[in-house]
């Protein structure tokens, strides 16, 4: 079982930051891959960034709304993974989850999910 919790979420003024943090507990080794996920009111979740170890590097991947915008990186030593948010938008204002899985294909599809952590864009 892996536990995951979030922190970093408030409320910000466009074209602001926030830096939103997941620590990952319990069984770390099926955390390889880990990935925020936002979702809106009605909506289902959709995957912001996700971060995968690498022997090198780590590969990352974005969606297109928040390339250049947003930066996922992680600290394995604090079994920890970041979403740095710059520039925000309104429409950004959702509740982000953190995920983590095994792999890049699982993320999203494992059950190991945060709380959520509340991000808000005012205009």
């Known amino acids: 079982q892996v536990q995951l919790v979030e922190s970093g979420g408030g409320l910000v003024q466009a074209g602001g930051s926030l830096t939103l943090s997941c620590e990952a507990s319990?069984?770390?080794?099926?955390?390889?891959?880990m990935g925020w996920y936002r979702q809106y009111p009605g909506k289902q979740r959709e995957l912001v960034a996700g971060?995968?170890?690498?022997?090198?590097?780590?590969?990352?991947i974005y969606a297109d709304s928040v390339k250049g915008r947003f930066t996922i990186s992680r600290d394995n030593a604090k079994n920890t993974v970041y979403l740095q948010m710059n520039s925000l938008k309104p429409e950004d204002t959702a509740l982000y989850y953190c995920n983590a899985a095994a792999n890049l294909a699982l993320l999203g599809l494992s059950g190991y999910w945060g709380q959520g952590t509340q991000v808000t864009v005012s205009s």
């Open positions: 319990g069984s770390v080794f099926s955390t390889n891959a």
């Open positions: 971060i995968v170890a690498g022997i090198v590097r780590d590969t990352t």
